[in-house]
């Protein structure tokens, strides 16, 4: 049945889009040159954020589907707080390049850098954002698939909280590898978690009654059709809950 899935997304001609997203130095645009196959994305080793705004960047797989990626600034980092300014701007710029919803956020990681409350941060200001079921939708890339040395990545997901395994939608990538076949299997592996999220969707579409034309794309009404609203939404929320200390870059 998940090949069937499979098979209908594929002969929809439809575009699968993916927003990265992540804290600063997790190798987030890396993933992203990763995905579609070239280096589209600005990436290098630095401690501030080599991403300054939102960019969408198109491939075609090679079983032919079709790809949009959306790089972000890196929007956690605990230098400093949120800057508001730069939260409404990403968020209108999502909105604006991510016309027809997107299908799946990858929250990189890397195995390189110990787990904080940081990354406890990220989820709980996606749920803000974008409401509880976000993280149905999340798969958690992990760079730095290198530096594992004598650790299986079995066993190094098992010293992380459940939180962040996200039902075993986790996916192990080495950046720096020249070998094209581990790229495309680390790629395949990816966008088998997206055919996941469109074969679940369409069977649980079947079982309401809202029943629409519309692939199984993430989008909930004040993401897609109220992004003022969103954006002052989460402004006002930002702005009641100091305590939270929600960082965005």
């Given at each position: 049945?998940?090949?069937?899935?499979?098979?209908d997304?594929?002969?929809?001609?439809?575009?699968?889009?993916?927003?990265l997203?992540?804290?600063?130095g997790?190798?987030?645009?890396?993933?992203g040159?990763?995905?579609?196959?070239?280096?589209?994305?600005?990436?290098?080793a630095s401690?501030?954020?080599?991403?300054?705004?939102c960019?969408?960047?198109?491939?075609?797989?090679d079983d032919?589907?079709v790809?949009?990626?959306?790089?972000?600034?890196?929007?956690?980092?605990?230098?400093?707080?949120a800057?508001?300014?730069?939260?409404?701007?990403?968020?209108?710029?999502?909105n604006t390049?991510?016309?027809?919803?997107?299908h799946?956020f990858i929250?990189?990681?890397?195995?390189r850098?110990?787990?904080?409350?940081?990354?406890d941060?990220?989820?709980?200001?996606?749920?803000?954002?974008?409401?509880?079921?976000i993280?149905d939708h999340?798969i958690?890339?992990?760079?730095?698939?290198?530096?594992?040395?004598?650790m299986?990545?079995?066993?190094?997901?098992s010293?992380?909280?459940?939180?962040f395994?996200c039902?075993?939608?986790?996916?192990l990538?080495?950046?720096?590898?020249?070998?094209?076949?581990?790229?495309?299997?680390?790629?395949?592996?990816?966008?088998?978690?997206?055919?996941?999220?469109?074969?679940?969707?369409?069977?649980?579409?079947?079982?309401?009654?809202?029943?629409?034309?519309k692939?199984?794309?993430?989008?909930?009404?004040n993401?897609?059709?109220?992004s003022?609203?969103?954006?002052?939404?989460?402004?006002?929320?930002?702005?009641?809950?100091?305590?939270?200390?929600l960082?965005?870059?």
């Amino acid at each position: 049945m998940m090949q069937g899935a499979e098979e209908d997304s594929m002969a929809s001609g439809e575009a699968i889009t993916l927003l990265l997203f992540g804290r600063v130095g997790r190798g987030k645009s890396a993933v992203g040159n990763s995905i579609i196959g070239k280096k589209a994305f600005a990436s290098r080793a630095s401690a501030s954020d080599v991403t300054t705004e939102c960019q969408m960047e198109t491939a075609t797989l090679d079983d032919g589907q079709v790809v949009n990626v959306i790089d972000t600034p890196g929007i956690f980092k605990s230098s400093k707080g949120a800057d508001q300014r730069l939260v409404d701007e990403t968020l209108r710029s999502i909105n604006t390049l991510a016309k027809d919803g997107i299908h799946g956020f990858i929250f990189v990681c890397s195995i390189r850098t110990r787990f904080s409350a940081e990354e406890d941060r990220i989820v709980e200001s996606l749920k803000l954002i974008f409401g509880e079921k976000i993280l149905d939708h999340v798969i958690i890339v992990f760079t730095g698939g290198d530096d594992l040395e004598d650790m299986t990545f079995p066993e190094y997901l098992s010293t992380l909280p459940p939180s962040f395994q996200c039902g075993n939608r986790v996916v192990l990538f080495d950046n720096r590898s020249k070998e094209e076949s581990q790229r495309r299997v680390q790629v395949q592996q990816l966008m088998s978690h997206i055919v996941s999220f469109q074969y679940y969707n369409s069977v649980k579409k079947k079982k309401t009654v809202q029943i629409n034309n519309k692939r199984s794309h993430f989008v909930q009404n004040n993401f897609k059709e109220n992004s003022y609203l969103l954006v002052h939404k989460f402004s006002f929320v930002f702005k009641a809950n100091q305590a939270v200390k929600l960082y965005f870059a």
